[in-house]
């Protein structure tokens, strides 16, 4: 087929934002392009030429786009860069500058989609030394024998921006309106969703017919795409719609689809691409993780402060550092943990079919938890009080809320529904002051802290009754010199039992009389009921709990521990909290 046969169709494509149109004309355009050329058809409307998972991509550097486009024209560079920074697209600069060539083409054939395809594929492909002089020779080529029009998609194509505004639904639309009909599409989609690969849906259907795809089936290491979440604003609501049903921590990370299989595993991120490389750990987690079976897991990977236990959300790191974080850098730093919530695949078994419940009790049973690899931590209830008390736990560690989970439904790849439902905090309170913390325990460290204190047990001081209770454990803000000197500097006020003055539910390594005094910052104050400072204040069970709480570098020599943070404070703050997240946005 002529590539220019396609550029006819993008071009009236483009001048329609009315998606039945668009579907229409690509209808068309399926239909008279050959079978064996449709799959690479597809790739080229959706701008690519492989699926995203197999990361062959295009999406070569603008600049060096514009240094060919000189070539090509006989323009100076930096003609080209000015046109392109009056338009913001090489596409339509290439358009212009072919159209008004200072040098003639060469005599030459008009192009084929397959050498479009073949050139562009090889520019996607070309690596190492002497790619970039490869890379350029190719696009030369193209652009030597292309048409203005022929030259725009070229051009957007291989700097990875088709501006058609074709969305992969769409085509799913034209490939079941070509090759059966619209009553169709939910099949075609389906095929699209446990695949994420539109060119192999087109070249089934176009081989084999609408009977074809039900040949495409969940395979490893080639990603399923994704379930996703709707969301409710009240754990009531949540209870009444889905009744019983499972509640899981909402782990703020990433999410990583894991293909275990017996040779090799592979990663994939929550848009399909291989991040393989970024986790090795994980990688070496999930084969310890899985000496049996393998198949195809889903879960979210989480950086996790050894010695608290706590989660470390992205942001909140980003925001710590006050710059951008880069995630590998951060995963280099900080250890990162996957959370596993689903099996979609159990060994060629394909689960997707299975209720929920089925699916995490196969889950549970492949999967030997160790240090890397964890299973996501549930409940089953239908009491709201008990999902309450649950959502304080997972907001308590680290987690931004829970993922409600039908205990019946099926896994709906691609789909967004109420089969899941997510219940975050609805707003998101700063604490803008600090507060001065009384230093009553302290937990054995673990990793780089083995030897010495790894956190220590935080508390607020009760004046009502005299007592000091806990609100957090706080392991972050400290650099290895003040690490280093804890021990010694708490030694004079360590005791061998939890001082009657300290309420606490928890059970630290070492107790301590309250004395030293550290100023603390934290993100939010949340409820808790692992924490003693102001329990049943505010709900029964629970305490008042600093969430992601740093140490300032501050020791506050000049306050005795009755000179601390009040819980009384603390309840001030909370309620303050709550008036800021209530009031209408300004
Ligand atoms: P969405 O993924 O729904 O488009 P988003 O990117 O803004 O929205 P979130 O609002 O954070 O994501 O919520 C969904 C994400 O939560 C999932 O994609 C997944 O990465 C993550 N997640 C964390 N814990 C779980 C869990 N237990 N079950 C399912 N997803 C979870």
């Known amino acids: 087929m002529l590539f220019g046969t396609a550029v006819t169709f993008y071009e009236k494509i483009e001048s329609t934002t009315k998606r039945l149109e ?20 597809v790739y080229l409307t959706q701008g690519k030429v492989h699926p995203d998972y197999m990361g062959i991509e295009l999406g070569l550097a603008e600049k060096l786009v514009t240094k060919v486009l000189a070539h090509a024209t006989g323009l100076s560079e930096s003609e080209v860069t000015a046109k392109w920074k009056a338009s913001g697209d090489l596409g339509l600069v290439a358009e212009a500058a072919i ?7 060469l005599e030459s054939e008009p192009l084929t989609l397959q050498r479009v395809y073949t050139n562009l594929d ?26 203005p029009k022929e030259a725009k998609y070229i051009v957007r194509a291989v700097v990875g921006k088709m501006r058609l505004g074709v969305a992969d639904m769409t085509i799913v639309d034209a490939l079941a309106t070509t090759f059966a009909t619209k009553g169709d599409r939910d099949t075609v989609e389906r095929a699209y969703n446990v695949s994420s690969d539109l060119g192999e849906v087109a070249r089934v259907l176009a081989a ?17 795409r994704s379930m996703l979440c709707e969301r409710l604003e009240t754990l009531e609501e949540i209870l009444q719609r889905l009744g019983r049903c499972a509640l899981e921590y909402k782990y703020d990370g990433l999410r990583v689809q894991a293909h275990v299989g017996p040779a090799q595993i592979r990663l994939f991120s929550r848009h399909l691409e291989d991040t393989t490389g970024q986790f090795p750990d994980l990688v070496d987690g999930l084969r310890r993780a899985f000496p049996g079976t393998g198949g195809i897991v889903e879960g979210e990977a989480v950086p996790v402060d050894p010695n608290t236990g706590e989660f470390l959300p992205f942001q909140e ?26 099996c979609l695949l159990d060994g060629d078994r394909d689960l997707t079919a299975r209720p929920y419940r089925e699916r995490r009790e196969i889950l549970h049973a492949r999967v030997r938890p160790n240090d890397r690899v964890q299973l996501a931590t549930f409940i089953e209830t239908g009491d709201p009080r008990e999902a309450e008390g649950f959502f304080d736990t997972a907001l308590q560690v680290g987690g931004e809320g829970l993922v409600a989970k039908a205990l019946d439904s099926t896994y709906d790849a691609g ?3 109420y089969q899941w439902i997510k219940f975050k905090r609805d707003y998101a309170a700063a604490m803008s002051d600090t507060v001065d913390l009384v230093v009553v325990g302290a937990f054995a460290g673990r990793g780089k802290r083995a030897g010495g204190y790894g956190a220590l047990l935080m508390a607020a001081y009760d004046k009502g009754t005299d007592v000091f209770r806990t609100v957090c454990k706080l392991g972050s803000g400290f650099d290895d010199a003040t690490l280093a000197t804890l021990p010694g500097r708490l030694a004079p006020h360590r005791v061998d039992r939890r001082s009657a003055r300290v309420d ?8 301590f009389e309250p004395a030293v005094v550290l100023e603390v910052l934290g993100a939010e104050i949340t409820l808790s009921p692992v924490h003693t400072g102001g329990q049943d204040l505010v709900r029964k069970g629970a305490g008042f709990a600093i969430r992601f709480p740093r140490f300032t570098g501050k020791w506050r ?6 000179d601390a943070t009040t819980v009384e404070e603390i309840r001030e703050m909370y309620e303050k909290q709550l008036k800021v997240a209530k009031a209408p946005p300004a």
């Not at 159209?99 to 083409?105: A, L, T």
């Not at 690596?127 to 048409?147: H, P, Y």
């Not at 790191?317 to 689903?342: A, I, N, Q």
Request: hydrophobic letters at 35%.
């Open 122 to 147: 090889e520019i996607a492909r070309a690596s190492g030394g002497g790619s970039q002089e490869r890379k350029i020779t190719l696009l030369a080529d193209l652009l030597g024998a292309a048409t």
């Open 208 to 224: 084999d017919g609408l009977a074809g795809l039900s040949k495409i089936r969940l395979q490893l290491y080639r990603p399923i």
């Open 99 to 105: 159209g008004e060539r200072r040098q003639r083409p």
């Open 557 to 562: 020599e000049d306050k005795g521990p009755e």
């Open 415 to 417: 789909a967004r529904g």
């Open 22 to 41: 668009m579907t229409d004309l690509l209808t068309q355009l399926f239909k008279e392009t050959p079978a064996a050329e449709l799959d690479r058809l």
């Open 504 to 511: 606490s539910k928890l059970q630290p390594d070492a107790w």
């Open 317 to 342: 790191v980003s925001r710590r550092r006050g710059r951008k974080y880069d995630v590998e850098v951060m995963m280099k730093e900080y250890p990162v943990t996957l959370f596993l919530f689903d």
